[in-house]
Each structure stands twice: as structure tokens, then as C-alpha cells.
């Protein structure tokens, strides 16, 4: 049994994650579940996001709980305790590097019948003189040789983003809940 202090207001989930009890994977927005505590006590009512999932039987969503007063909680999602960290040499036959910046005029030739990203490739043509390729998969394009690339990654839950120029080199960067 663990005692945790919190004050009026603070958020359950958030708590619980910064002691390394919970999970919020979905960065505390009441959409994957996995945070589901029992609670006892006073506490914030339940929101839309945990009244759509039927959440009952002092069920709560611990990042869409407020602690308000003295609560008692119980883990549902059980913490893998004494996990043994095991370390692992790799030899790096080849760089490759995980982004390459590729000019369109010297890249394969064109496969009217694939569309390896959302748009189709004379699109591309058209729009960009370089692109970005992560993992062959077209994440940015410009068509100034000098010019800033903005990729993309939408995640599940999050969206990521980096702004780089023609070197590669990180101008800026951030993440998005």
C-alpha cells in the first residue's frame, strides 16, 4: 500500500504517472482506457469522455479524475515491478540514415499504377524539387533549394513535428497532444 499526497485539484492519472504506478499513453486525454482505477473518496464527477464508456462501480479514469478531498485508489492496471535491464551490442554494418533528402529529377522513375503516399506522384512533380523520404515514404517537400521542410508524424495519440533545412540539420521541433 502506498500513501501519496496530493493537492485539491491535482490530477489522479497525472500523479500516478509521475510516481511510475500508471501508464497514460494517450497523454491524459481520457481516450485509450489503460489508466482505469478503482476509486474511493472525494473526487471530481465523472466526465463525458468516462459517462460514453459506461464507467461504473467507482470505476474512474484516473487522468479524467481530480483528487478533491482524502481517496482511497486501487490500481487496475497492475506496474511491472523489478524489471532487469538487459544491454546490447549491435555492430552498424551501413549508415542509413532514418531521413534522406532525395532531388525528384534524379530519383526513380515513375509507377503510374502505385501511390506510394497520399498524393500521386506527378503531384509531387509538379509541387516540389525535393522531398523527404523516412523510410521511402514522401514527409515533406520543397521547392526552394534553400528552403525549410516541415515533417509530419500523426501518431495515435500524438502529432510530432520537425522543421529542418536542406542539410538536415533540426531548426525546430515539437509535440502535440
Same mark, same amino acid.
Given at each position: 500500500?502506498?500513501?501519496?499526497?496530493?493537492?485539491?485539484?491535482?490530477?489522479?492519472?497525472?500523479?500516478?504517472?509521475?510516481?511510475?504506478?500508471?501508464?497514460?499513453?494517450?497523454?491524459?486525454?481520457?481516450?485509450?482506457?489503460?489508466?482505469?482505477?478503482?476509486?474511493?473518496?472525494?473526487?471530481?464527477?465523472?466526465?463525458?469522455?468516462?459517462?460514453?464508456?459506461?464507467?461504473?462501480?467507482?470505476?474512474?479514469?484516473?487522468?479524467?479524475?481530480?483528487?478533491?478531498?482524502?481517496?482511497?485508489?486501487?490500481?487496475?492496471?497492475?506496474?511491472?515491478?523489478?524489471?532487469?535491464?538487459?544491454?546490447?551490442?549491435?555492430?552498424?554494418?551501413?549508415?542509413?540514415?532514418?531521413?534522406?533528402?532525395?532531388?525528384?529529377?534524379?530519383?526513380?522513375?515513375?509507377?503510374?499504377?502505385?501511390?506510394?503516399?497520399?498524393?500521386?506522384?506527378?503531384?509531387?512533380?509538379?509541387?516540389?524539387?525535393?522531398?523527404?523520404?523516412?523510410?521511402?515514404?514522401?514527409?515533406?517537400?520543397?521547392?526552394?533549394?534553400?528552403?525549410?521542410?516541415?515533417? #509530419?508524424?500523426?501518431?495515435?495519440?500524438? #502529432?510530432?513535428?520537425?522543421? #529542418?533545412?536542406?542539410?538536415?540539420?533540426?531548426?525546430?521541433?515539437?509535440?502535440?497532444?
Amino acid at each position: 500500500m502506498h500513501v501519496i499526497e496530493a493537492r485539491s485539484g491535482e490530477n489522479l492519472g497525472k500523479l500516478l504517472a509521475s510516481k511510475g504506478l500508471l501508464p497514460l499513453p494517450c497523454g491524459g486525454r481520457g481516450l485509450c482506457g489503460q489508466c482505469i482505477v478503482k476509486v474511493n473518496g472525494n473526487v471530481s464527477p465523472p466526465t463525458g469522455n468516462e459517462l460514453a464508456r459506461r464507467i461504473g462501480n467507482g470505476l474512474r479514469l484516473a487522468c479524467q479524475t481530480l483528487v478533491l478531498g482524502e481517496t482511497y485508489v486501487e490500481l487496475i492496471y497492475k506496474p511491472v515491478l523489478n524489471v532487469s535491464k538487459l544491454t546490447l551490442s549491435v555492430d552498424i554494418k551501413k549508415i542509413d540514415p532514418i531521413y534522406k533528402i532525395i532531388e525528384l529529377r534524379q530519383h526513380y522513375p515513375r509507377d503510374e499504377g502505385r501511390i506510394p503516399i497520399l498524393m500521386r506522384r506527378e503531384l509531387i512533380d509538379e509541387m516540389c524539387r525535393y522531398y523527404v523520404s523516412v523510410f521511402d515514404l514522401v514527409m515533406g517537400c520543397t521547392s526552394d533549394e534553400s528552403g525549410l521542410i516541415l515533417l #509530419i508524424d500523426l501518431g495515435t495519440t500524438k #502529432i510530432a513535428y520537425q522543421v #529542418i533545412d536542406r542539410r538536415g540539420n533540426v531548426i525546430r521541433e515539437g509535440v502535440e497532444l
